[in-house]
């Protein structure tokens, strides 16, 4: 239930209440989008008393669902028609940031810090009811930092989305708490919601838009190079670490869709090998641009116990006509205040590299790249150190072969002793390569690089390594002083596909796993992600299979109370930890069901009904067509008429347009007659004041040709007599004066 308040000049004012004759406005219809301010747009007639207080710039309006503030904003425009009805327009928190300029500035810091410093600037120039604060932020840069400028005098909410919003994606959204306003800066705004949208329920629209703009080769270019003294200096690229090309490729893509090139700058790096980096991580997460768009309603509105739809949610679609069987995010919501019947809601899936979950999976990746970069960086300033910081030794250069004979020089050694013979520590380098001992000169050597290439050592450590292949007898992952190991499988595209560490084996595809482990509820195998289709949920499913039971559970976190078992049995669904349903050979029971088709039945079809005698069966009233029935009461109205409507929902479920019958039921003397049929309404005829029941029977909308099951031509097959045939010949035998 809403009510609208408005606040002039310090003063409050009732807009509109739900069963008040005085407070109402016409049409208000509140639009919330992700990321925007939204709108609240309503007219109000000059009798209206808050007419007088509905200004824009000067007044506030505050919406209330069920006494909790749902939404603030302020009006921001008003137009008078002929009758001095307002149309008033309203906008949301966050325009509020448009009311102010950002001065010359220079920023180094985080983006709490740079929100921070951009919303000081606006506190400072606007009045105490439009000042906003940092809130929650959840969206972080790679590096930790950022640099930001601007000599251009950009109003403030232009420059919070160029400098943030389009550069590391995300959204904005403004709450009131205590009467000071706060904006978060988050991937998306919360939790799944737990009302589902289908088909059959609530979906009423569906369109799907394939392509746009993307590509499948990319271009990464860095800062602008500032030893080049030229007036507009190239940009930095890759080409002196990717072998001359200045590109890198999804490969996956390529395959799928060809060559597509673009671009992608980052301003703030100036390392080609961290610009490589980012670039094929941003290629990497690039995917065939697909918009989703559903309307759908809002089924709290109708049912109290349902929870509402909330934007910036992911939200479960399932419509197998569709294909459709996972979570889309919701990105508005239409409210109509005075009918919440209508309320609407669309959810947009746009597959985008910096916009909601794909931003944050590129964010995570290059996360982890800057984790990769700073350990490598950190193992060779160690080994530096270790070389560095070494103090004595002696270099030798060696003119003795191995057999003592005085030779010309051929080999230098590195050793903790003058004498070969008696060092412990020994590094040798000849023309054969470089090798290292901590045995003594006659080795062995366990570390070593040869002229041809071939290296060899007990132990390898590096940022990324590649290799055609690795060959060996043993491959030994983790141990005591290394921990668990962990063996990863990558595709070509640089996606992790496969795991195998102390848990167990996982393979996964998209949303999809197959984990073989026996730590689990004792399973031998376990299905998790979207096996099942229609399961709504694709990151929480989860299959269990062993030698007695296949376990589904739509919420792998949750494996008591909402799963379905088989054995050999039959199947059981579970609600609850209460067994909902069960099918087996022999017989199926459950709580409701629901059938598409048909329902053919050879015996009773009965309703059982619970009263102090026990379960009793009441059996089904048949007809020979499908039809449906309503009944009522009436009276008679002055002029000797009652109209009588059908119900609108009754009407939608029959054709009114086909002849359907009434009978009627007198109330005391007298007599009553239908006296006309519509499609709409059927008259009742009789004495003034006459009180009368009726019911009404009506053949079922797209049934009307049914009867008996219209299979006329397989009772005709079964029956042996030609009914017409012998009648012909009766008459004919008739008119000849054979059959008196």
Request: glycine share 10%; charged share 25%; with cysteine.
């Amino acid at each position: 239930m809403y009510r609208v308040t408005a606040r002039y000049e310090f003063e409050e004012y009732r807009l509109h209440e739900m069963f008040s004759d005085e407070y109402v406005l016409i049409s208000p219809v509140l639009t919330e989008k992700v990321g925007k301010a939204g709108s609240f747009k309503f007219d109000i007639p000059i009798n209206h008393p808050s007419y007088r207080s509905v200004l824009p710039f000067q007044t506030y309006v505050t919406i209330y669902k069920d006494d909790i503030e749902y939404w603030h904003g302020r009006v921001i425009d008003a137009e008078e028609d002929f009758y001095r009805t307002k149309s008033v327009t309203c906008e949301g928190e966050l325009g509020f940031l448009n009311d102010s300029i950002i001065p010359v500035y220079q920023f180094s810091g985080n983006i709490p810090e740079y929100i921070d410093s951009i919303l000081l600037m606006h506190n400072s120039q606007v009045e105490e009811e439009k000042k906003i604060y940092r809130g929650n932020v959840e969206v972080t840069d790679p590096n930790g930092y950022l640099t930001r400028a601007n000599q251009n005098y950009p109003d403030t909410l232009s420059e919070l989305t160029n400098k943030l919003i389009d550069t590391y994606g995300g959204y904005f959204r403004t709450r009131r708490v205590n009467g000071k306003i706060y904006i978060d800066y988050l991937y998306e705004y919360g939790e799944l919601n737990q009302q589902q949208l289908r088909i059959e329920e609530n979906i009423i629209d569906y369109s799907c838009k394939f392509g746009g703009d993307f590509c499948t080769r990319l271009i990464p270019l860095g800062a602008k190079r500032e030893d080049t003294g030229e007036e507009d200096p190239q940009r930095i690229t890759i080409s002196s670490v990717n072998g001359g090309v200045i590109y890198v490729d999804n490969a996956e893509l390529v395959a799928r869709y060809g060559i597509i090139v673009g671009t992608k700058t980052w301003d703030d790096v100036t390392d080609p090998v961290h610009l490589k980096l980012k670039g094929q991580s941003y290629i990497n997460s690039q995917e065939f641009p697909q918009k989703l768009e559903l309307t759908a309603v809002d089924l709290s509105n109708i049912n109290i116990d349902i929870d509402a739809l909330r934007i910036g949610c992911m939200a479960t679609v399932i419509s197998p006509f569709h294909e459709l069987g996972a979570a889309y995010f919701l990105s508005s919501k239409t409210s109509h205040l005075d009918a919440p019947e209508e309320d609407s809601v669309s959810l947009g899936a746009e597959i985008d590299t910096f916009t909601g979950k794909t931003a944050k999976r590129q964010q995570d990746t290059e996360n982890q790249i800057s984790k990769v970069e700073q350990e490598a960086r950190e193992s060779i300033v160690n080994i530096g150190k270790t070389i560095t910081g070494t103090k004595g030794g002696y270099v030798v250069l060696d003119t003795f072969d191995d057999s003592g004979k005085l030779v010309d020089p051929w080999q230098l050694l590195i050793m903790d002793r003058p004498d070969k013979t008696q060092a412990v520590n020994v590094i040798r380098m000849n023309q054969g390569g470089i090798a290292f001992s901590t045995s003594g000169y006659n080795g062995p050597y366990k570390s070593a690089w040869d002229i041809n290439g071939q290296f060899v050592a007990d132990f390898i450590r590096a940022g990324t390594m590649l290799a055609d292949r690795i060959r060996g007898g043993t491959l030994q992952l983790g141990g005591q002083s290394n921990q668990n190991g962990v063996l990863k499988i990558l595709n070509a595209s640089g996606q992790q596909i496969g795991i195998w560490d102390k848990d167990g084996i996982r393979m996964s595809s998209g949303p999809s796993q197959v984990n073989f482990t026996s730590q689990q509820s004792g399973s031998a195998i376990e299905l998790v992600g979207n096996v099942i289709y229609g399961t709504g949920r694709p990151d929480k499913s989860r299959t269990t299979l062993d030698s007695l039971y296949i376990r589904m559970y739509s919420d792998r976190n949750d494996t008591n109370n909402t799963y379905m078992e088989a054995e050999a049995e039959g199947i059981t669904f579970w609600t609850n930890k209460n067994e909902a349903s069960f099918y087996g050979p022999d017989n199926m029971h459950t709580v409701d069901a629901t059938i598409d088709g048909s329902l053919d039945v050879s015996g009773e079809k009965n309703r059982l009904v619970k009263t102090g005698y026990g379960d009793i069966k009441m059996a089904a009233y048949e007809t020979a067509s499908p039809m449906f029935g309503d009944v009522g009461s009436g009276t008679i109205g002055a002029d000797g008429l009652c109209y009588v409507t059908l119900d609108s929902i009754f009407a939608e479920t029959v054709n009114a347009g086909c002849e359907y019958q009434v009978f009627l039921q007198a109330y005391g003397p007298g007599s009553i007659y239908v006296s006309d049929r519509t499609p709409a309404f059927f008259i009742v005829a009789g004495q003034p004041g006459q009180r009368f029941g009726w019911e009404i029977k009506a053949k079922q909308r797209g049934y009307e040709q049914h009867r008996l099951d219209c299979r006329r031509d397989r009772l005709k097959a079964q029956d042996s007599v030609d009914y017409a045939a012998e009648g012909a010949e009766y008459y004919k035998k008739y008119m000849e004066g054979l059959i008196i």
